[in-house]
C-alpha cells in the first residue's frame, strides 16, 4: 500500500513537472487576458484607522487567465550560484522597478503588473489598511543586534506575485467561492514572488536598540505596538496607527535550471549604506536552492554578534562581507533565513511544507508532542529539510501549494471563514476537508495524527548533534505562545 502511494505521488509530480516544461515556451500567442467572469471581488483589507480619510490599499487581485508573451527576466540568464550577488541585486531590480517611486502601491506600477494574494484579509493577523500589511512573527530580544532588548516588537508584511504567479493564483481562485486544491499546483517557470518586512519597533528607541536601522525607511501601518497582542482576536482594541521599520525583503523565484525548481533569496537593511534611495539599502544576505539533507549537525545563532557561514553547506551562499551585512543569524546551521525569520528553520524548510490541508506545522517546534518526537538533527527533524520539488505535497496524502504559504493559508482562511458564517449549505454539502494544525498546544490526539503523517523511516530518531548553542528557541510563524 505504501509502494503505491509512493508511485502514485511520483505520477502525479511527474505531472507537475511535464506543466512546468511546457509552459517554459511562452508562445506569441499567449497574453495577459483579464478575468472576464465577473464576480464578487475579494475584500482589500481587514483593518484600518476608523474614518481614515487619505488613500488605503487596494488588492491587486485582476488575475491573468494565460501567460505573458514577453520574454523571462534578463537573471534567468545569470548564473545564480557563480554570479549569487550579480543574481539577488537583478532580481531586486526587477521587484523594484515601477514600485518603489509609488510606494509599492502596484495598480500603480507603469513598468509591469503584480498582484496580491488573496483572503488575507481575515482572522486577527489580517492586513491592515495603509499598505495591505499582515501581523507576522513576534522578534525575540537580541535576535537583530546585542543591544536589542525590546521583547514587544514583530514583523509586519506585505506579498506580491508576477502575472507569471498569479497564473497560479487565478488556478486556485478563478471561482471566489469554490478555491481549487484538487490536485498538485505547480507554479511555472519565471514566476517571481516577493515579500517586504517591517518591524513594530518604536522610533525612539529603533537606532539605539538596532544600530543598522539608521536611515530607516519608516511606513505607516494599522497594526498592534505590543505583538503580544497580534493573536487576539478583538483586534480593533489593540491596533493603533504607528509607524514600522523596513527590515528585510525576501525573493522565491521559480526558475528550471535550479534542481529543485526554486530559489529562495534574502537582503537585509543596512541604512550604513546610506544610498539615496532608502530601498537599495537592503543589503544582499545570501540565496539557496537546497535544503542540504545531510547536513544534521544542531547549531543556532540566534543572538547574532556575528554573521557564522556554514562552509560545509552546497545549497546556501551567504554574503561574506561583514561591512555590508550587519551580524545577522540566519537559519538552522547557517542555512538561509532573514533577521526576523527563525534561526532554527530555513526559507526552504519552512516552504516545503506549504500544501492543503497542511498535516504537518512549518516547524516540529511549533507543536510539543513533535517537538519532543523530533528534536533537532534528529531523522525525524530532518523530514523539514528535505529536498522536495515544486509541486511535490510535503506530506504523501495531500496536495502541494508548490512552497507558496500565501496560497495555501488563503485557502485555510476561506474554510475558516465559511465555517464561521454558522451553517452549512445544503448545495455544497460535503464532509469539511480537515482543518490545518494549530502552532501549538493541540489536543494530543491531534499530535499523535500528525507524528503518523511522519513516515516510519524518519521517525526512527537517531540520536541528535548537540552541538549547537543559543537555542532558546521556538519561535516564528505562527507565533507559540
Ligand atoms: C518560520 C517559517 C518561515 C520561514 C523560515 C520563512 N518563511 Fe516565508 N513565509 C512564511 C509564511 C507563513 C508565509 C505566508 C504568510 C506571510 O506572507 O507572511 C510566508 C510568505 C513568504 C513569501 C510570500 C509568498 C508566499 O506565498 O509564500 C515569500 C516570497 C517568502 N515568504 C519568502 C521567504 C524567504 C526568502 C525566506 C528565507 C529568507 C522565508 N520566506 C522564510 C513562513 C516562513
Same mark, same amino acid.
Given at each position: 500500500m505504501r509502494k503505491l502511494g509512493i508511485i502514485v505521488l511520483f505520477v502525479a509530480l511527474a505531472a507537475a513537472c511535464e506543466n512546468k516544461t511546457s509552459t517554459n515556451t511562452q508562445t506569441e500567442t499567449q497574453t495577459v487576458t483579464e478575468k472576464t467572469t465577473k464576480q464578487t471581488p @475579494?475584500?482589500?483589507? /481587514? &483593518?484600518?484607522?476608523? *474614518?481614515?480619510?487619505?488613500?488605503?490599499?487596494? +488588492?491587486?487581485?485582476? &488575475?491573468?487567465?494565460? +501567460?505573458?508573451?514577453? *520574454?523571462l527576466p534578463p537573471f534567468f540568464q545569470t548564473d545564480y550560484k557563480k554570479d549569487w550577488r550579480k543574481y539577488l541585486l537583478e532580481v531586486q531590480k526587477y521587484c523594484f522597478e515601477g514600485n518603489t517611486e509609488v510606494d509599492f502601491k502596484v495598480l500603480q506600477n507603469k513598468v509591469r503588473h503584480w498582484y496580491h494574494m488573496p483572503w488575507q484579509h481575515? /482572522?486577527?493577523q489580517a492586513r491592515e489598511g495603509f499598505h495591505g500589511l499582515t501581523q507576522e512573527a513576534p522578534v525575540k530580544a537580541m535576535q537583530l543586534a546585542p543591544t536589542q532588548t525590546d521583547t514587544n516588537t514583530g514583523a509586519v508584511a506585505v506579498g506580491f506575485y508576477n502575472d507569471v504567479a498569479a497564473l497560479t493564483i487565478q488556478e486556485v481562485w478563478k471561482d471566489h467561492y469554490h478555491p481549487n486544491h484538487s490536485h498538485n499546483m505547480s507554479f511555472k517557470n519565471g514566476s517571481v514572488l516577493f515579500k517586504i518586512l517591517f518591524v513594530t519597533l518604536p522610533e525612539d528607541i529603533a537606532v539605539k536598540q538596532v544600530p543598522w536601522l539608521v536611515n530607516g525607511l519608516w511606513w505607516d501601518a494599522f497594526v498592534c505596538p505590543d505583538f503580544h497582542d497580534a493573536e487576539d482576536t478583538d483586534q480593533m482594541r489593540y491596533r493603533r496607527q504607528i509607524k514600522v521599520a523596513l527590515v528585510q525583503m525576501d525573493i522565491m523565484v521559480r526558475d528550471d535550471r535550479a534542481p529543485n525548481g526554486w530559489i529562495f533569496g534574502n537582503f537585509q537593511y543596512n541604512g550604513k549604506m546610506n544610498k539615496a534611495d532608502k530601498w537599495e539599502n537592503l543589503v544582499p544576505v545570501g540565496l539557496m536552492w537546497g535544503e542540504d539533507p545531510n547536513d544534521t549537525t544542531n547549531f543556532s545563532n540566534a543572538k547574532p554578534t556575528r554573521t557564522i557561514i556554514n562552509p560545509k553547506l552546497v545549497e546556501t551562499i551567504?554574503? #561574506?562581507?561583514?561591512?555590508?551585512?550587519?551580524?545577522?543569524? +540566519?537559519?538552522?546551521? =547557517?542555512?538561509?533565513?532573514?533577521?526576523?525569520?527563525?534561526?532554527?528553520? =530555513?526559507?526552504?524548510?519552512?516552504? =516545503?511544507?506549504?500544501?492543503?490541508?497542511?498535516?504537518?506545522?512549518? =516547524? #516540529?517546534? @511549533?507543536?510539543?508532542? +513533535?517537538?519532543?518526537?523530533?528534536?533537532?538533527?534528529?531523522?525525524?527533524?530532518?523530514?523539514? @529539510?528535505?529536498?522536495? $520539488?515544486?509541486?511535490?505535497?510535503?506530506?504523501? $496524502?495531500?496536495?502541494?501549494? *508548490?512552497?507558496?504559504?500565501?496560497?495555501?493559508?488563503?485557502?485555510?482562511? @476561506?474554510?475558516?471563514?465559511?465555517?464561521?458564517?454558522?451553517?452549512? &449549505?445544503?448545495?455544497?454539502?460535503?464532509?469539511?476537508p480537515p482543518a490545518a494544525p494549530a502552532a501549538a498546544g493541540q489536543p494530543a490526539r491531534m499530535a499523535k495524527a500528525m507524528l503518523k503523517s511522519v513516515p516510519a523511516h524518519h521517525r526512527a530518531t537517531l540520536k541528535p548533534d548537540t552541538t549547537g548553542g543559543q537555542v532558546d528557541y521556538p519561535i516564528g510563524f505562527p507565533a507559540s505562545k
Open positions: @475579494f475584500p482589500d483589507f /481587514g &483593518y484600518m484607522v476608523p *474614518d481614515y480619510k487619505g488613500e488605503v490599499f487596494v +488588492l491587486s487581485q485582476n &488575475y491573468p487567465d494565460s +501567460l505573458p508573451k514577453q *520574454d481575515y /482572522g486577527p551567504i554574503n #561574506p562581507d561583514s561591512n555590508e551585512l550587519p551580524a545577522t543569524h +540566519l537559519g538552522w546551521n =547557517s542555512r538561509l533565513n532573514g533577521p526576523v525569520d527563525n534561526p532554527m528553520s =530555513s526559507c526552504y524548510s519552512c516552504h =516545503s511544507t506549504s500544501e492543503y490541508p497542511a498535516n504537518l506545522p512549518m =516547524s #516540529p517546534l @511549533f507543536n510539543d508532542s +513533535l517537538s519532543a518526537a523530533c528534536p533537532p538533527g534528529s531523522a525525524g527533524w530532518m523530514y523539514w @529539510f528535505r529536498n522536495l $520539488k515544486c509541486g511535490e505535497p510535503f506530506t504523501p $496524502k495531500s496536495h502541494s501549494m *508548490d512552497f507558496s504559504l500565501q496560497l495555501s493559508q488563503s485557502i485555510q482562511f @476561506f474554510y475558516n471563514w465559511k465555517k464561521s458564517q454558522g451553517g452549512l &449549505y445544503s448545495n455544497d454539502y460535503a464532509p469539511a
